[in-house]
């Protein structure tokens, strides 16, 4: 399997993750279930950093239907609590890359948990100000999308 396939996710049987669920390529597996898996990130933001995937394969968090994605939230909660408590750390980032530009490599649904200690060299986006009138424009752009 090459990388540009797990990149472009020509189909589920080229599926980095499908093939961790099918035992096909191996895991440090943290969690499972019969809907669920978690497992580390094998390129960790910190130590126990890890990903937490529905066993069937979805592309992104819109393919999801929500029954899925409220128990998998559930899972998420379960695990992030193990994570924090076993890594001995203050708190995680939770992450959802959803799309390419977005930074998701693997196209198949996927939470990160990422274990954060103090002065750990990580910092979150940085933001800006919206332009005048940018902020009403937008939000009523989102709210006719809706």
């Not at 409220?70 to 939770?94: H, I, P, S």
Request: aromatic residues 6%; charged residues 25%; contains cysteine.
């Amino acid at each position: 399997m090459t990388l540009k396939l797990i990149l472009t996710g020509a189909n589920m049987s080229d599926c980095i993750f499908c093939k961790i669920v099918e035992g096909e390529i191996p895991s440090d597996k943290i969690y499972e279930d019969e809907t669920f898996l978690a497992f580390l990130d094998i390129h960790p933001v910190n130590p126990g950093h890890t990903l937490v995937i529905p066993k069937k394969h979805y592309p992104d968090i819109l393919d999801a239907p929500a029954p899925v994605l409220c128990d998998l939230l559930q899972v998420v909660k379960k695990v992030a609590a193990a994570v924090q408590k076993g890594t001995e750390v203050q708190g995680f980032n939770l992450g959802v890359n959803n799309g390419r530009v977005a930074g998701q490599i693997v196209p198949h649904l996927h939470f990160h948990i990422m274990p954060r200690r103090e002065g750990d060299g990580y910092k979150l986006w940085q933001g800006r100000p919206y332009q005048a009138g940018e902020a009403a424009d937008i939000s009523e752009k989102i709210r006719k999308a809706i």
